[in-house]
Structures are given as structure tokens and as C-alpha cells.
């Protein structure tokens, strides 16, 4: 199951890894190479731990880390709290039983021991996905890395571009192909799930 979800998600990744919202950015897999060189070990280790634990752990990282790249692109927007005057990406409706924000806390707070100032939580979110799908079995691969964290996270952009659980075939075509998917690539990712 984690090798079609992983693959179906890999779609997602690459349409989204190297445009961050309407920021273009240029990713390199070895960004923290002299920054933070321990940037991978930490999430592995992290993820490792977790996974061990509870083993769904996984699945929630993916899905965490899909529902932050579908709104504004992959930049850990989906970590921002409400405030009083903004309802933020991660109290909107499609986004109420996403789990796992420790996990990204705690590898967070290890790499600011580190490497303080350095990691982006948006290279954090993308590398813990991929660690939780090699971790699950699933099919491994390098990871662009270089994201900025994102500074706009509102509820109604959440619920704008997050498909419902609830949405019909037509509801996801047209999602996903505003996004730039072929309805093949909507059929893989529906069938992953």
C-alpha cells in the first residue's frame, strides 16, 4: 500500500518540489551539505523513533507534508497557528486530523541544537515524507532541498485547494488539473489512497 500511496505522492512532489507557492527557487539535494550536514541523519533518526512506536506514523507524515505542499506550495505554511485575526491553514476543515506536528517539533528543536537558524521546517516536512516512506518499505529518493518557510497561511486557501473526502471525480479533476494534473495522474493518485 505505502509503495502506490509513495508513488502516487511522488507526482505531487515533483510538480510542487521546485515552485514554492509563486516563489521560484532553484533546490539542491546537497543544500545542508556544509550548513547542517547532519540535516538527514536527524530526521531519519527522528522518524526511525516515531515509526517504531506507532507505525501509522508514517502515512500521517505523507499526508502532512501533501496537504502543506497543495496550498501555497512546499513551505511548511501548514505549521503556522491561528491568530486572532487570521484563521490559519492548519485549523481549516480539511486539515483537522492531521497528526504527527510533534514530530516535526522535535527534529526542529534537534537541528536548531545543531545547526541554529540554518534548517527551513518546509525541508524538515519534505525530508521526514520521504524518510517515512523508505521507512515503510516504499521507494526511495533523493530530496531537493533549499525551501523557504512561508510567512501566509490562511483556513480559506486550505479549503480552496484541499480536496474534501467527500469530493466527486469531477470536484478532484478539476483540483488537481489546476494544479497541472492529467486525469491519469488523478486516477494514480485516487487509487494510491
Given amino acids: 500500500m505505502y509503495k502506490r500511496l509513495a ?3 511522488l507526482l505531487i512532489f515533483f510538480a ?7 516563489r521560484r527557487q532553484l533546490l539542491d539535494s546537497g543544500f545542508y551539505q556544509h550548513t547542517c550536514p547532519v ?6 533518526n527522528v522518524v526511525a523513533k516515531h515509526m517504531k512506536q506507532d507505525v501509522t506514523s508514517g502515512g500521517s507524515l505523507l499526508r502532512l507534508f501533501f496537504h502543506d505542499c497543495f496550498v501555497e506550495g ?3 505554511s501548514v505549521l503556522l497557528a491561528s491568530t486572532q485575526n487570521n484563521q490559519a491553514e492548519r485549523d481549516a476543515a480539511p486539515n483537522q486530523t492531521l497528526r504527527e506536528f ?3 517539533e522535535e527534529i526542529k528543536l534537534q537541528l536548531e541544537k545543531a545547526c541554529p537558524g540554518i534548517v527551513s521546517c518546509a525541508d524538515i516536512i519534505a525530508q521526514a515524507a520521504r524518510e517515512a516512506v523508505v521507512q ?3 521507494p526511495s529518493w533523493t530530496v531537493p532541498l533549499g525551501r523557504r518557510d512561508g510567512r501566509k497561511s490562511t483556513a480559506a486557501d486550505a479549503a ?3 480536496p474534501s473526502s467527500q ?3 469531477q470536484t478532484l479533476i478539476n483540483i488537481f488539473g489546476s494544479k497541472g494534473f492529467t486525469i491519469r495522474d488523478v486516477v494514480t493518485l485516487s487509487g494510491a489512497h
Avoid at 510542487?16 to 509563486?22: F, H, I, T, V
Wanted: hydrophobic share 30%; glycine share 12%.
Fill in 136 to 138: 515503510s518499505g516504499g
Fill in 102 to 104: 510533534d514530530i516535526i
Fill in 74 to 76: 512546499c513551505d511548511a
Fill in 167 to 169: 469530493s466527486n471525480a
Fill in 16 to 22: 510542487s518540489a521546485y515552485s514554492n507557492g509563486r
Fill in 160 to 162: 480552496t485547494n484541499i
Fill in 39 to 44: 540535516m538527514q541523519s536527524t530526521v531519519q
Fill in 7 to 9: 508513488l502516487g505522492f
